[in-house]
């Protein structure tokens, strides 16, 4: 069930404050998960990185590649990559009960580089596989593209990316731009059918952040993105950079308006997104 279907007579003002905040959402997961791990060529095996389709555009950009590693584990094309874990840690789990939550997922067809990015008292840290996890004394056990396995006093629990409660609902009208806010935190998935972001690889150097529709697009399309737009600077800030991209993330959460520039067709634009008030 999709916030579209909760309420379909939303107005468009708050779709765009909805599509603000999940843009600010996944881009901070993507900078935190990448300055976590010094930076994301390091994280990305030779050879695995297929090709960008994108339309007609510079050399540059028609040989750049996108990297199999993303925010929610998938990568581009909606496959789920095959990381040799052992399915049998995968199935019939029980939940942990540990004050934790998965808020990223970085999968990787090479178990060791795959990265979890786990939430603990309103902080994210970034664990690969056999590394303890924030505040317990658990560890790691496996990282599949929905959830990680936990190894906790001697048995194996699973931390879900996401749950199968509904989001809550208004109690009247048009819910309120911080319920929203909270809906993506507590389902970041949700976000996705609206808009992906995936990182853009040219060789060893990021060059930016492609931009897609998700199932739902016209709301993708009314705030004047494309398909294939890639970000490459937020407020004025290059996201391909790692000083500045570290910048960005800092400032992320006291943001109530972004201007994105993207580029298209081999020419930059500003994208203009404003929160407005709760």
Do not use: C
């Amino acid at each position: 069930m999709t916030l579209l279907s909760l309420r379909p007579a939303l107005s468009m003002m708050l779709w765009q404050r909805f599509l603000f905040w999940g843009l600010l959402l996944l881009i901070a997961q993507q900078l935190a998960a990448l300055s976590w791990r010094l930076w994301l060529p390091e994280l990305i095996p030779a050879g695995i990185a297929p090709a960008v389709s994108a339309p007609a555009s510079p050399p540059v950009a028609a040989r750049a590649t996108a990297a199999t590693l993303t925010l929610f584990g998938l990568p581009s094309d909606g496959r789920m990559p095959s990381a040799a874990v052992n399915p049998a840690l995968l199935t019939d789990l029980p939940l942990t009960a540990l004050k934790l939550r998965l808020t990223g997922v970085l999968a990787s067809p090479d178990p060791k580089r795959s990265i979890a990015i786990i939430a603990k008292d309103n902080q994210q840290f970034s664990r690969s596989v056999g590394e303890a996890v924030p505040g317990y004394a658990a560890k790691v056990t496996a990282i599949s593209a929905d959830r990680v396995v936990l190894e906790y006093q001697g048995r194996y629990e699973a931390l879900r990316l996401y749950d199968d409660a509904a989001p809550p609902q208004a109690s009247g009208g048009e819910p309120s731009i911080a319920q929203l806010k909270a809906r993506l935190q507590s389902k970041p998935m949700q976000v996705m059918d609206y808009i992906t972001i995936s990182p853009v690889m040219n060789g060893n150097a990021l060059i930016g952040y492609r931009l897609n529709p998700g199932k739902q697009s016209e709301l993708f399309h009314r705030v004047g993105l494309h398909e294939n737009d890639l970000a490459v600077a937020l407020n004025g800030l290059d996201l391909r950079d790692a000083q500045q991209a570290q910048q960005a993330m800092e400032q992320l959460p006291g943001l109530s308006e972004i201007t994105l520039t993207i580029e298209r067709e081999g020419q930059r634009q500003d994208i203009y997104l404003v929160a407005g008030d709760d």
